[in-house]
Nanobody
Framework: QVQLVESGGGLVQPGGSLRLSCAAS????????MGWYRQAPGKQRELVAS???????NYAVSVKGRFAISRDNTKNTVYLQMNSLNLEDTAVYYC?????????WGQGTQVTVSS
């Protein structure tokens, strides 16, 4: 069992930056592949970025070059640095931990990009 708690969301102007954090507890963090997903109103949840246990990263086309995912296994935390934010990035952002048949989700953190 893994518990995930996201933080760092908020209101930001277009072109601004935010860094999301996801703190994990309850299991060995380093054995899980980690991901950030988002869900905008009326839309399906989509993968934003992921990072494997070995550090390999993957990004959605819409955020490539603007967002960066990283993990600190000593702090049981995964981060999402978001730069050059635009209105389409407005969504609830969720952290996910996955291993084999197991998948765990955080409660989400709201990111609103607005002028």
């Amino acid at each position: 069992q893994v518990q995930l708690v996201e933080s760092g969301g908020g209101l930001v102007q277009p072109g601004g930056s935010l860094r999301l954090s996801c703190a994990a507890s309850g299991s060995i963090f380093s054995i899980y592949d980690m991901g950030w997903y988002r869900q905008a109103p009326g839309k399906q949840r989509e993968l934003v970025a992921s990072i494997t246990t070995g550090g390999t990263t993957n990004y959605a086309v819409s955020v490539k070059g603007r967002f960066a995912i990283s993990r600190d296994n000593t702090k049981n935390t995964v981060y999402l640095q978001m730069n050059s934010l635009n209105l389409e990035d407005t969504a609830v952002y969720y952290c996910n931990a996955a291993r084999s048949f197991y998948s765990y989700w955080g409660q989400g953190t709201q990111v609103t990009v607005s002028s």
